[in-house]
Protein backbone atom coordinates (compact mmCIF):
# COMPACT_ATOMS: atom_id res chain seq x y z
CA UNK A 1 0.00 0.00 0.00
CA UNK A 2 1.25 3.68 -0.93
CA UNK A 3 1.82 6.41 1.45
CA UNK A 4 -0.96 8.34 0.42
CA UNK A 5 -3.01 5.46 0.16
CA UNK A 6 -2.20 4.89 3.79
CA UNK A 7 -3.36 8.40 4.47
CA UNK A 8 0.64 9.70 5.27
CA UNK A 9 0.98 13.14 3.57
CA UNK A 10 3.60 13.08 0.93
CA UNK A 11 5.06 16.69 0.29
CA UNK A 12 2.70 16.54 -3.18
CA UNK A 13 -0.40 15.46 -1.27
CA UNK A 14 0.48 17.75 2.31
CA UNK A 15 0.51 20.87 -0.55
CA UNK A 16 -1.72 20.45 -3.75
CA UNK A 17 -5.16 20.07 -3.66
CA UNK A 18 -5.30 18.38 -6.97
CA UNK A 19 -3.08 15.41 -5.64
CA UNK A 20 -5.02 14.52 -2.70
CA UNK A 21 -6.10 11.46 -1.99
CA UNK A 22 -9.60 10.77 -0.64
CA UNK A 23 -8.92 9.99 3.08
CA UNK A 24 -7.11 13.72 2.47
CA UNK A 25 -9.72 15.34 1.11
CA UNK A 26 -10.27 17.84 4.39
CA UNK A 27 -6.77 19.23 3.93
CA UNK A 28 -8.21 21.08 0.55
CA UNK A 29 -10.87 23.09 2.96
CA UNK A 30 -7.94 23.64 5.41
CA UNK A 31 -5.52 25.45 2.40
CA UNK A 32 -8.66 27.28 1.54
CA UNK A 33 -9.26 28.49 5.11
CA UNK A 34 -5.88 29.44 5.82
CA UNK A 35 -5.55 31.36 2.54
CA UNK A 36 -8.63 33.08 3.44
CA UNK A 37 -7.41 33.37 6.81
CA UNK A 38 -4.45 35.09 5.92
CA UNK A 39 -5.83 37.59 3.70
CA UNK A 40 -8.55 38.95 6.47
CA UNK A 41 -6.42 38.79 9.26
CA UNK A 42 -4.03 41.08 7.47
CA UNK A 43 -6.43 43.58 6.75
CA UNK A 44 -7.50 43.10 10.60
CA UNK A 45 -3.21 43.34 11.40
CA UNK A 46 -3.29 46.90 9.08
CA UNK A 47 -5.67 48.45 11.32
CA UNK A 48 -5.95 46.90 14.97
CA UNK A 49 -2.21 47.76 16.40
CA UNK A 50 -3.00 51.58 15.62
CA UNK A 51 -6.32 51.86 16.90
CA UNK A 52 -5.00 53.90 20.08
CA UNK A 53 -3.46 56.62 17.88
CA UNK A 54 -6.81 56.59 16.42
CA UNK A 55 -8.95 57.02 19.68
CA UNK A 56 -6.50 60.09 20.17
CA UNK A 57 -7.33 61.80 17.05
CA UNK A 58 -10.78 61.28 18.11
CA UNK A 59 -10.34 63.75 20.89
CA UNK A 60 -8.87 61.23 23.94
CA UNK A 61 -5.96 62.99 24.25
CA UNK A 62 -5.05 62.17 28.04
CA UNK A 63 -3.13 58.84 27.89
CA UNK A 64 -4.84 57.22 31.24
CA UNK A 65 -8.18 57.69 29.13
CA UNK A 66 -6.75 56.79 25.94
CA UNK A 67 -5.24 53.71 26.85
CA UNK A 68 -8.99 53.06 29.21
CA UNK A 69 -10.43 53.61 25.40
CA UNK A 70 -8.51 51.53 23.71
CA UNK A 71 -9.54 48.73 26.48
CA UNK A 72 -12.38 48.89 25.68
CA UNK A 73 -12.57 49.41 21.92
CA UNK A 74 -10.18 46.23 21.36
CA UNK A 75 -12.02 43.96 24.05
CA UNK A 76 -15.69 44.93 23.09
CA UNK A 77 -15.65 42.67 19.85
CA UNK A 78 -13.82 39.49 20.89
CA UNK A 79 -15.56 39.29 23.73
CA UNK A 80 -19.18 39.54 22.13
CA UNK A 81 -17.67 36.97 19.27
CA UNK A 82 -16.83 35.15 22.19
CA UNK A 83 -20.21 34.40 23.80
CA UNK A 84 -21.76 33.59 20.46
CA UNK A 85 -19.11 31.62 18.85
CA UNK A 86 -20.86 28.40 20.00
CA UNK A 87 -24.07 29.45 18.55
CA UNK A 88 -22.40 30.00 15.25
CA UNK A 89 -20.77 26.92 15.60
CA UNK A 90 -24.56 25.05 16.02
CA UNK A 91 -25.76 26.82 13.24
CA UNK A 92 -22.57 25.64 10.74
CA UNK A 93 -23.39 22.34 11.96
CA UNK A 94 -27.29 22.68 10.50
CA UNK A 95 -26.80 25.08 7.72
CA UNK A 96 -22.77 24.72 6.39
CA UNK A 97 -19.72 25.96 7.93
CA UNK A 98 -19.32 27.85 4.36
CA UNK A 99 -21.77 30.14 4.45
CA UNK A 100 -21.14 31.31 8.10
CA UNK A 101 -17.42 32.01 7.17
CA UNK A 102 -18.83 34.39 4.09
CA UNK A 103 -21.32 35.99 6.79
CA UNK A 104 -18.16 36.68 9.05
CA UNK A 105 -16.24 38.20 6.10
CA UNK A 106 -18.69 40.25 4.98
CA UNK A 107 -19.70 41.70 7.89
CA UNK A 108 -15.89 42.93 8.37
CA UNK A 109 -15.93 44.33 4.90
CA UNK A 110 -18.63 46.73 5.84
CA UNK A 111 -17.92 47.65 9.23
CA UNK A 112 -14.18 48.38 9.20
CA UNK A 113 -14.37 50.77 6.11
CA UNK A 114 -17.40 52.72 8.23
CA UNK A 115 -14.48 53.06 10.81
CA UNK A 116 -12.84 55.61 8.78
CA UNK A 117 -15.76 57.79 8.90
CA UNK A 118 -16.62 58.08 12.63
CA UNK A 119 -16.36 61.68 14.07
CA UNK A 120 -16.45 60.48 17.74
CA UNK A 121 -15.57 57.67 20.23
CA UNK A 122 -18.76 56.50 20.52
CA UNK A 123 -19.28 55.92 16.79
CA UNK A 124 -15.91 53.64 16.72
CA UNK A 125 -17.09 51.65 19.73
CA UNK A 126 -20.58 51.05 18.44
CA UNK A 127 -19.02 49.81 15.09
CA UNK A 128 -16.95 47.07 17.76
CA UNK A 129 -20.28 46.35 18.90
CA UNK A 130 -21.13 45.46 15.40
CA UNK A 131 -18.11 43.72 14.31
CA UNK A 132 -18.32 41.84 17.64
CA UNK A 133 -21.94 40.60 16.89
CA UNK A 134 -21.69 39.60 13.22
CA UNK A 135 -17.77 38.45 13.27
CA UNK A 136 -16.37 35.46 14.27
CA UNK A 137 -13.59 34.51 11.91
CA UNK A 138 -11.47 33.75 14.34
CA UNK A 139 -13.17 31.05 16.53
CA UNK A 140 -14.88 29.81 13.52
CA UNK A 141 -11.47 29.12 11.40
CA UNK A 142 -10.13 27.17 14.76
CA UNK A 143 -12.85 25.29 15.56
CA UNK A 144 -13.52 24.30 11.78
CA UNK A 145 -9.32 23.07 11.97
CA UNK A 146 -10.23 21.10 15.16
CA UNK A 147 -13.31 19.06 13.60
CA UNK A 148 -12.41 18.47 10.06
CA UNK A 149 -8.84 16.99 10.79
CA UNK A 150 -8.29 13.28 11.96
CA UNK A 151 -7.71 12.97 15.66
CA UNK A 152 -4.37 12.64 15.75
CA UNK A 153 -4.01 15.63 13.61
CA UNK A 154 -5.86 18.03 14.93
CA UNK A 155 -2.77 19.76 16.40
CA UNK A 156 -1.12 20.28 13.17
CA UNK A 157 -4.06 21.05 11.78
CA UNK A 158 -4.98 24.01 14.36
CA UNK A 159 -0.99 24.92 14.30
CA UNK A 160 -1.38 25.62 10.83
CA UNK A 161 -4.39 27.79 11.12
CA UNK A 162 -3.20 29.46 14.17
CA UNK A 163 0.25 29.70 12.32
CA UNK A 164 -1.59 31.70 9.48
CA UNK A 165 -3.19 34.06 11.76
CA UNK A 166 0.06 35.11 13.28
CA UNK A 167 1.53 34.94 10.06
CA UNK A 168 -0.74 38.13 9.10
CA UNK A 169 1.09 40.08 11.78
CA UNK A 170 4.40 39.09 10.25
CA UNK A 171 4.77 42.07 7.83
CA UNK A 172 1.16 43.81 7.99
CA UNK A 173 2.29 45.58 10.72
CA UNK A 174 5.36 47.14 9.61
CA UNK A 175 3.39 47.75 5.78
CA UNK A 176 0.83 48.82 7.96
CA UNK A 177 3.26 51.11 10.26
CA UNK A 178 4.52 52.70 7.48
CA UNK A 179 1.20 53.34 6.00
CA UNK A 180 -0.19 55.49 8.69
CA UNK A 181 2.71 57.36 9.21
CA UNK A 182 2.71 58.50 5.79
CA UNK A 183 -0.66 58.68 4.44
CA UNK A 184 -2.73 58.23 8.51
CA UNK A 185 -5.69 56.03 9.34
CA UNK A 186 -8.02 56.24 7.86
CA UNK A 187 -6.25 54.81 4.24
CA UNK A 188 -5.83 52.06 6.30
CA UNK A 189 -9.22 51.45 6.54
CA UNK A 190 -10.19 51.03 3.21
CA UNK A 191 -7.53 48.84 2.22
CA UNK A 192 -8.19 46.29 4.99
CA UNK A 193 -11.33 46.24 3.27
CA UNK A 194 -10.62 45.35 0.43
CA UNK A 195 -8.50 42.83 1.74
CA UNK A 196 -11.71 41.14 3.74
CA UNK A 197 -14.06 41.27 0.58
CA UNK A 198 -10.67 39.42 -1.32
CA UNK A 199 -11.22 36.79 1.63
CA UNK A 200 -14.68 36.30 1.14
CA UNK A 201 -14.43 35.86 -2.30
CA UNK A 202 -11.90 33.14 -1.69
CA UNK A 203 -14.16 31.27 0.91
CA UNK A 204 -16.95 31.45 -1.91
CA UNK A 205 -14.95 30.47 -4.94
CA UNK A 206 -12.93 27.22 -3.39
CA UNK A 207 -14.42 25.98 0.07
CA UNK A 208 -15.78 23.12 -0.38
CA UNK A 209 -18.91 21.38 1.64
CA UNK A 210 -18.57 18.06 0.75
CA UNK A 211 -14.78 17.46 1.53
CA UNK A 212 -15.36 18.54 4.84
CA UNK A 213 -14.92 15.52 6.81
CA UNK A 214 -12.22 13.93 4.35
CA UNK A 215 -14.26 11.07 3.25
CA UNK A 216 -16.99 10.67 1.02
CA UNK A 217 -19.82 8.50 1.46
CA UNK A 218 -19.90 5.19 0.42
CA UNK A 219 -22.89 4.67 -2.06
CA UNK A 220 -25.78 2.48 -0.34
CA UNK A 221 -23.76 2.47 3.34
CA UNK A 222 -25.87 4.45 5.81
CA UNK A 223 -23.99 6.55 7.75
CA UNK A 224 -24.50 5.88 11.40
CA UNK A 225 -25.21 9.18 13.19
CA UNK A 226 -22.29 10.82 15.42
CA UNK A 227 -22.99 10.87 19.29
CA UNK A 228 -23.50 13.81 20.71
CA UNK A 229 -22.90 15.15 24.37
CA UNK A 230 -25.38 18.09 26.00
CA UNK A 231 -22.77 21.01 27.75
CA UNK A 232 -23.71 19.32 31.03
CA UNK A 233 -22.22 16.18 29.93
CA UNK A 234 -18.80 18.22 28.86
CA UNK A 235 -18.89 19.96 31.69
CA UNK A 236 -18.53 16.50 33.48
CA UNK A 237 -15.20 15.75 31.21
CA UNK A 238 -11.66 16.48 33.39
CA UNK A 239 -10.16 17.24 29.99
CA UNK A 240 -12.78 19.93 29.28
CA UNK A 241 -12.60 21.72 32.29
CA UNK A 242 -8.91 21.73 32.20
CA UNK A 243 -8.78 22.90 28.70
CA UNK A 244 -11.14 25.79 28.76
CA UNK A 245 -9.01 27.85 31.72
CA UNK A 246 -6.31 26.87 29.49
CA UNK A 247 -7.66 28.25 26.48
CA UNK A 248 -9.16 31.32 28.50
CA UNK A 249 -5.68 32.46 30.12
CA UNK A 250 -3.43 31.87 27.61
CA UNK A 251 -5.03 33.98 25.30
CA UNK A 252 -5.79 36.29 28.15
CA UNK A 253 -1.94 36.40 28.24
CA UNK A 254 -1.64 36.85 24.38
CA UNK A 255 -3.80 39.79 24.25
CA UNK A 256 -2.85 41.92 26.52
CA UNK A 257 -0.21 43.38 24.99
CA UNK A 258 -2.21 44.89 22.18
CA UNK A 259 -3.98 47.77 23.53
CA UNK A 260 -0.72 49.74 25.16
CA UNK A 261 1.87 48.70 23.30
CA UNK A 262 1.90 51.86 20.96
CA UNK A 263 1.92 53.99 24.34
CA UNK A 264 4.44 51.64 26.33
CA UNK A 265 6.92 52.12 22.90
CA UNK A 266 6.43 56.10 23.30
CA UNK A 267 7.98 55.55 27.09
CA UNK A 268 11.01 53.68 25.66
CA UNK A 269 13.15 56.04 23.92
CA UNK A 270 11.13 55.62 20.41
CA UNK A 271 11.34 58.82 18.24
CA UNK A 272 7.86 60.43 17.84
CA UNK A 273 8.00 60.54 14.14
CA UNK A 274 7.96 56.76 13.85
CA UNK A 275 5.98 55.04 17.05
CA UNK A 276 3.73 53.84 14.09
CA UNK A 277 7.18 51.92 11.79
CA UNK A 278 8.57 50.59 15.60
CA UNK A 279 5.42 49.23 16.70
CA UNK A 280 4.71 47.29 13.73
CA UNK A 281 8.10 45.81 14.18
CA UNK A 282 7.71 44.39 16.88
CA UNK A 283 4.48 43.10 16.09
CA UNK A 284 5.85 41.77 12.98
CA UNK A 285 9.08 40.00 15.08
CA UNK A 286 6.80 38.47 17.88
CA UNK A 287 4.03 37.21 14.93
CA UNK A 288 6.83 35.47 13.20
CA UNK A 289 8.85 33.62 15.83
CA UNK A 290 5.13 32.80 17.25
CA UNK A 291 3.88 31.44 13.83
CA UNK A 292 6.98 29.56 13.30
CA UNK A 293 6.03 28.12 17.40
CA UNK A 294 2.59 27.25 15.74
CA UNK A 295 3.63 24.78 12.70
CA UNK A 296 6.63 23.57 14.74
CA UNK A 297 4.74 22.36 17.80
CA UNK A 298 1.66 21.54 15.95
CA UNK A 299 3.68 19.09 13.58
CA UNK A 300 5.24 17.69 16.39
CA UNK A 301 1.97 17.03 17.98
CA UNK A 302 1.18 14.30 15.49
CA UNK A 303 4.27 12.57 16.28
CA UNK A 304 4.66 12.92 20.45
CA UNK A 305 2.43 13.11 23.32
CA UNK A 306 2.03 16.95 23.19
CA UNK A 307 1.43 17.99 26.79
CA UNK A 308 5.73 17.62 28.35
CA UNK A 309 5.66 20.59 25.27
CA UNK A 310 2.97 23.00 26.23
CA UNK A 311 4.25 22.55 29.74
CA UNK A 312 7.66 23.92 28.61
CA UNK A 313 5.95 26.40 26.76
CA UNK A 314 4.19 28.09 30.09
CA UNK A 315 7.24 27.69 32.10
CA UNK A 316 9.23 29.94 29.48
CA UNK A 317 6.89 32.45 29.38
CA UNK A 318 6.47 32.79 33.05
CA UNK A 319 10.14 33.63 33.08
CA UNK A 320 10.27 35.93 29.92
CA UNK A 321 7.31 38.57 30.98
CA UNK A 322 9.36 39.80 33.96
CA UNK A 323 11.94 41.52 32.47
CA UNK A 324 9.64 43.30 29.41
CA UNK A 325 8.17 45.22 32.51
CA UNK A 326 12.25 46.64 33.05
CA UNK A 327 13.04 47.66 30.08
CA UNK A 328 14.26 50.98 29.00
CA UNK A 329 14.66 51.15 25.25
CA UNK A 330 12.20 49.83 22.42
CA UNK A 331 15.47 47.87 21.19
CA UNK A 332 15.22 45.29 24.43
CA UNK A 333 11.32 45.43 24.31
CA UNK A 334 11.98 44.14 20.49
CA UNK A 335 14.02 41.30 21.69
CA UNK A 336 12.26 39.75 24.13
CA UNK A 337 8.54 40.11 22.37
CA UNK A 338 10.55 37.94 19.95
CA UNK A 339 11.86 35.40 22.24
CA UNK A 340 8.48 35.11 23.99
CA UNK A 341 6.89 34.56 20.79
CA UNK A 342 9.12 31.65 19.90
CA UNK A 343 8.87 30.10 23.41
CA UNK A 344 5.72 30.68 24.39
CA UNK A 345 3.78 31.01 20.91
CA UNK A 346 3.04 27.38 20.53
CA UNK A 347 0.90 26.86 23.98
CA UNK A 348 -2.38 27.37 22.39
CA UNK A 349 -1.83 24.79 19.42
CA UNK A 350 -0.75 22.30 21.73
CA UNK A 351 -4.05 22.71 24.17
CA UNK A 352 -5.44 22.08 21.32
CA UNK A 353 -3.84 19.19 20.26
CA UNK A 354 -4.61 17.62 23.71
CA UNK A 355 -8.14 18.34 23.22
CA UNK A 356 -7.73 16.72 19.90
CA UNK A 357 -6.23 13.10 21.20
CA UNK A 358 -8.38 13.28 24.39
CA UNK A 359 -11.93 14.89 23.60
CA UNK A 360 -14.69 12.02 22.57
CA UNK A 361 -15.26 12.38 18.78
CA UNK A 362 -18.93 13.01 19.77
CA UNK A 363 -17.90 16.32 21.49
CA UNK A 364 -15.72 17.41 18.54
CA UNK A 365 -17.89 20.43 16.74
CA UNK A 366 -19.45 21.55 20.00
CA UNK A 367 -16.72 20.85 22.71
CA UNK A 368 -13.90 22.86 19.90
CA UNK A 369 -16.67 25.65 19.38
CA UNK A 370 -17.40 26.18 23.31
CA UNK A 371 -13.21 26.32 23.87
CA UNK A 372 -12.79 28.33 20.38
CA UNK A 373 -15.35 30.92 22.39
CA UNK A 374 -14.17 30.77 25.53
CA UNK A 375 -10.72 31.78 24.47
CA UNK A 376 -12.02 34.96 22.41
CA UNK A 377 -13.88 35.52 26.00
CA UNK A 378 -9.87 35.27 27.29
CA UNK A 379 -8.85 37.95 24.92
CA UNK A 380 -11.73 40.02 25.27
CA UNK A 381 -10.75 40.85 28.71
CA UNK A 382 -7.50 41.43 28.59
CA UNK A 383 -7.87 44.84 26.78
CA UNK A 384 -9.97 45.45 29.53
CA UNK A 385 -7.82 44.38 32.48
CA UNK A 386 -4.52 46.46 30.51
CA UNK A 387 -6.01 49.52 30.25
CA UNK A 388 -7.45 49.51 34.03
CA UNK A 389 -3.83 48.89 35.03
CA UNK A 390 -2.01 51.30 32.81
CA UNK A 391 -4.51 54.43 34.15
CA UNK A 392 -4.30 53.42 37.76
CA UNK A 393 -0.89 51.30 38.26
CA UNK A 394 0.96 51.36 35.42
CA UNK A 395 1.72 50.74 31.90
CA UNK A 396 4.36 47.88 32.50
CA UNK A 397 1.90 46.49 35.55
CA UNK A 398 -0.02 44.22 32.92
CA UNK A 399 3.94 42.45 32.54
CA UNK A 400 4.22 41.57 36.19
CA UNK A 401 0.03 39.90 36.06
CA UNK A 402 0.98 37.77 32.63
CA UNK A 403 4.11 36.32 34.26
CA UNK A 404 2.17 35.33 37.51
CA UNK A 405 -1.00 33.85 35.09
CA UNK A 406 1.56 31.60 33.19
CA UNK A 407 2.76 30.37 36.36
CA UNK A 408 -0.38 29.72 37.78
CA UNK A 409 -1.18 28.08 34.23
CA UNK A 410 1.52 26.09 34.72
CA UNK A 411 1.13 24.15 38.01
CA UNK A 412 -2.88 24.28 36.84
CA UNK A 413 -1.83 22.11 33.58
CA UNK A 414 0.66 19.89 35.60
CA UNK A 415 -2.41 19.31 37.54
CA UNK A 416 -4.44 18.97 35.14
CA UNK A 417 -2.82 17.28 31.95
CA UNK A 418 0.12 15.41 34.19
CA UNK A 419 -1.32 12.53 34.91
CA UNK A 420 -2.10 9.84 32.15
CA UNK A 421 -5.10 9.78 30.10
CA UNK A 422 -7.97 9.18 31.82
CA UNK A 423 -10.67 6.42 30.78
CA UNK A 424 -13.04 7.77 27.97
CA UNK A 425 -16.62 8.39 29.23
CA UNK A 426 -19.47 5.61 28.12
CA UNK A 427 -20.79 8.39 26.59
CA UNK A 428 -17.56 8.72 24.05
CA UNK A 429 -18.15 5.60 21.62
CA UNK A 430 -16.97 5.53 17.80
CA UNK A 431 -14.28 7.46 16.94
CA UNK A 432 -16.00 9.82 13.68
CA UNK A 433 -14.75 9.32 10.31
CA UNK A 434 -11.58 9.70 9.81
CA UNK A 435 -10.93 10.53 13.39
CA UNK A 436 -8.74 6.98 13.94
Known amino acids: MSKRARGGATTGSRWAFWQLAPEEAWRGNLYVVMFGVFVSFTGFTFVMPFLPLYIKQLGITDPGDAALWSGLIFGISPLLSGFLAPVWSILAERHGRKVMLQRSLGAFAVLIALMAFVTNIYQLLALRLAIGVFGGVAAMSVALASTIAPRHQVGESVGLIQATQLASGIAAPFIGGVIVDAFGLHGSFFLASGLCVVAFLIITLAYREDRERGNAPVAGVKEAPKPRLTFREMLHLPIFVGLAVAMFTIQFIDKSFGPLLPLYIETLNAPAARIGTITGVVMTLGALTAS ?43 VLRLLLGLFAGGALTLTYAIGGRDMPAGAKMAAFGTLAGLGQIGGATAPFVTGALSKWASLSAIFFVDAVLYALLFAWTLYMFGRRRETKPAFAEALAPGDD
Do not use: D, K
Request: with cysteine.
Open 292 to 334: FAAVWTGRLSSRIEPRPLLFGALLAGAILCVPIAFVNHWGQLM
